[in-house]
């Protein structure tokens, strides 16, 4: 059989990519990727020259099949996403999962993601965290919220810089507005930054200054203030 491996990319900077990540996506048979023109871009950086298939949440159900039954007949297959660890609020665990039902070695390879720079650079407690991803938009999100008030863990979300105000608000009131929260934006881009204080003062600070860029959010636990 073949092997499954999963690569992170990097989320910013170029230089965050390891070498064994591009030496495993020289030497596969093949390359999955969450977006072709993305990741060929990638790929031709470092110059890795690969046959790059389209693989995403809207066809990942549909072509999971044929990719397992490459790999059962001896194929190397590496999947990557636009950025970050697969699986990871990314395509990745439904392939990872059929792969692990059919028998396939799966090997994940150390590499970046977002939440956990952001996490340790927070100031806030990171023994003990639990990862939320995405809220949902609509249905469910104040629920979802509410059934947060009590965790005692850091708590670490990624959100649109669309809806971030509105989600610190939220946070405001159900986790009450002294409740300190760090914001991390662009990490390891030429504009990083973090915004660190109070729900209030997280949230007054981008009503004034409009966010931009990929964001995760990091909020104390219960009782963690």
């Not at 072709?36 to 298939?53: M, P």
């Not at 809806?163 to 610190?168: D, G, P």
């Not at 929260?181 to 600070?205: D, N, P």
Request: aromatic share 6%.
């Amino acid at each position: 059989m073949g092997i499954l491996y999963i690569v992170p990319t990097p989320v910013g900077n170029m230089e965050d990519m390891t070498l064994r990540a591009v030496r495993i996506l020289k030497e596969v048979d093949l390359v999955l990727a969450e977006d072709t023109r993305t990741s060929g871009i990638l790929l031709k950086h470092f110059d890795i020259r690969n046959h790059l298939l389209s693989h995403h949440k809207f066809n990942e159900h549909g072509t999971s099949a044929a990719i397992v039954s490459r790999l059962q007949a001896g194929e190397n297959i590496a999947l990557i996403s636009d950025a970050g660890t697969p699986g990871i609020s990314d395509p990745g665990f439904f392939l990872v999962r059929e792969a692990v039902r059919a028998g396939v070695e799966v090997q994940t390879l150390p590499g970046a993601t977002a939440f956990v720079p952001a996490l340790v650079s927070s100031g806030l407690p990171c023994d003990r965290f639990c990862f939320e991803g995405f809220l949902p938009q609509k249905k469910g999100r104040q629920s979802k919220i509410q059934s947060l008030a009590a965790e005692e863990r850091t708590m670490i979300f990624y959100e649109s810089p669309y809806r971030l105000v509105k989600m610190l608000e939220q946070f405001a009131e159900v986790f009450g507005s002294e409740r300190q929260v760090s914001v991390c934006r662009e990490i390891s881009k030429v504009h990083e930054e973090s915004v660190r204080g109070t729900l209030a003062e997280v949230a007054a600070h981008f009503r004034e200054h409009e966010p931009k860029g990929e964001i995760v959010v990091v909020v104390a636990g219960a009782g963690k203030n």
